[in-house]
């Protein structure tokens, strides 16, 4: 990615290069292009000679030359020579480089100049640099087709520029830079996306599959796995949705014309995925009459005709997201699982910690020597106890930069969770599920939010078993402090911050932990 930024930024000066050329001609004007135009053959020899004599150099300083010298006559060169490849490689690389412009939640956008050769990965990892982002390894980039009313993920190894040239020119069609949670989480908990009725494999001996036996059947190009299951599908240009079963294969995506019958003179082909990708439609009821929200299409990568588009819909959320996933690992296979890898093996060839730092303990400096703490419970109750003190550090810093101290407010040192990115203010519901929808509909997602109905309280929204749930945050006041609770009160929190933390360790009244916090960034 460096080296690709690289070659970004070398391009940029070589107008200016250009122009000292044009000045020795005389020329005056300014080169709008990376490239420069030859200059005409008909200058005397002379100079083509003396020129040709300059850029003789001996073998030791030939490649520093080359690289700061471009070469203003390219047809004067012979093919073979050295100088004309070093000279003419940055401008063969500033040619090749496109601008491209890239949306967040919010819509705000921002234009950067990338190589055509760019994948998603190097657009994200350019993004996290730029934005001061944690990089776990979840944000993505996504395709998103207005007219047509779909998106889907770009895989991490696709080139930008290969899906930006399936576009229509005068289509509103965006890139959007956002997180999702559930972009490989099926590697790591492959039996909740794949339901035991809804897949098959020809050589499996019973119908139980383990964690490493379910992957191994999608990998292996040996195997042949199979998702069936009751889907509703829509002709192009008819109003109704019809009920089939649907058998996906390797080969492609059937449906069975005589009800659940997988005899090959019952089942009709209806797609296969080496030209064509798997979309989710954003609003499927609204827009395409749909009986569910859980609609999704295979759309060919040639077309963006509405009517070349497959139209699916599923009875439920984790019922699109098994055909959705499986469709992912039949069109790429091994390749999904290299991206998935790909950052967590540069972690270990080159960790961040350093040595001083894994070897990190805990101090007692509160007497008149120094000690090292050795006792491990004694150790975690003084980490306990800064924690507290660098809290109540911060409250009274709040108080003193303009808020009102915690005794004349109760609500005034609830101020710092607004800082927080789980936190997001003023959300509606709807908004809230659309957002953790977005970002990935796995256990643990989740975010905090101003309560719509009582501008007192707030709410905690939390995605389960592939629903979003949402929790009442109720303030209790005891003797003169103010404290948050998610069980009327039997456990109580002095802050939201500390209601998140501790969520986050252990489930409590919960479905189960705080675990992806949904956060947006402005580009």
């Known amino acids: 990615m460096s ?65 700061h010298i471009p070469n203003p006559f390219p047809e004067l060169i012979p093919p073979d020579s050295s100088v004309i490849s070093e000279c003419l490689l940055p401008w ?12 967040n939640e919010d819509n705000t956008n921002r234009a950067i100049e990338v ?21 776990d390894h979840n944000w993505t980039l996504f395709e998103q087709l207005s007219q047509l009313g779909i998106e889907r993920t770009i895989e991490d190894h696709e080139s930008v520029m290969e899906v930006q040239a399936s576009w229509d020119v005068d289509a509103d069609n965006r890139l959007y830079f ?31 599959m383990n964690h490493s036996q379910l992957i191994q059947t999608f990998l292996s190009s040996s195997t042949c796995p199979e998702i069936h299951g009751y889907l509703h599908a829509k002709e192009f240009g008819r109003k109704c949705w019809k009920k089939f079963y649907f ?14 019958s997988k005899e090959p003179r019952h089942l009709q082909f209806i797609a296969e995925f080496s030209d064509s990708d798997v979309y989710t439609l954003l609003s499927a009821r609204k827009t395409q009459g749909a009986p569910t929200d859980y609609g999704f299409c295979i759309k060919p990568n040639k077309s963006s005709s509405p009517r070349d588009l497959k139209l699916l819909c599923a009875d439920e959320e984790h019922i699109r997201t098994c055909w959705v996933t499986a469709i992912r690992l039949f069109k790429y296979g091994m390749q999904l699982y290299q991206n998935f890898i790909q950052p967590h093996q540069k972690q270990r060839a080159s960790p961040m910690r350093s040595i001083s730092e894994n070897s990190l303990v805990a101090m007692d400096f509160s007497g008149h020597k120094s ?62 599920h659309r957002l953790i929808a977005e970002q990935g509909l796995i256990d643990g997602v989740f975010l905090l939010r101003d309560s719509q109905s009582n501008p007192k309280t707030f709410v905690l929204s939390l995605c389960h078993a592939q629903r979003i749930k949402h929790f009442q945050i109720l303030p209790v006041e005891d ?24 969520h986050q360790l252990n489930r409590g009244i919960l479905p189960c932990r705080l675990k992806h916090p949904c956060t947006r960034i402005a580009l």
């Open 3 to 67: 080296e690709a930024l690289e070659d970004v930024r070398a391009s940029r000066s070589l107008p200016e290069k250009g122009a000292v050329f044009r000045g020795a001609r005389g020329d005056g004007s300014v080169c709008s292009g990376p490239a420069i135009a030859p200059l005409s053959s008909s200058l005397p020899l002379p100079n083509r000679t003396a020129l040709l004599k300059a850029n003789r150099k001996s073998k030791e300083g030939e490649e520093t030359l080359a690289s």
């Open 371 to 432: 000690r090292v703490i050795e006792n491990p419970s004694e150790a975690l109750s003084v980490a306990v106890e800064e924690g507290l003190t660098w809290r109540r550090k911060s409250c009274h810093r709040l108080s003193c930069h303009g808020s009102p101290s915690a005794s004349q407010s109760p609500l005034s040192n609830l101020a710092i969770h607004r800082a927080q990115p789980w936190f997001h203010s003023k959300l509606s519901r709807d908004e809230a």
């Open 178 to 208: 956002r997180k999702n949670y559930a972009k490989y989480e099926f590697f790591k908990k492959p039996l909740d996306f794949f339901p035991d009725h809804m897949v098959s494999t020809s050589n499996e001996t019973n119908g139980i």
């Open 247 to 260: 058998v996906l294969r390797r080969s492609g995506l059937y449906y069975s014309n005589k009800g659940m």
């Open 92 to 103: 063969t690389k500033s040619s090749a480089t496109q601008v491209i412009k890239v949306y």
């Open 479 to 502: 003797e003169g402090e103010l404290f948050f609770s998610l069980d009327d009160g039997h456990t109580r929190f002095s802050d939201l911050i500390q209601l998140v933390e501790f």
């Open 115 to 135: 190589p055509c050769d760019i994948t998603a990965r190097d657009i994200c990892q350019l993004f996290i640099l730029k934005n001061h982002c944690v990089d």
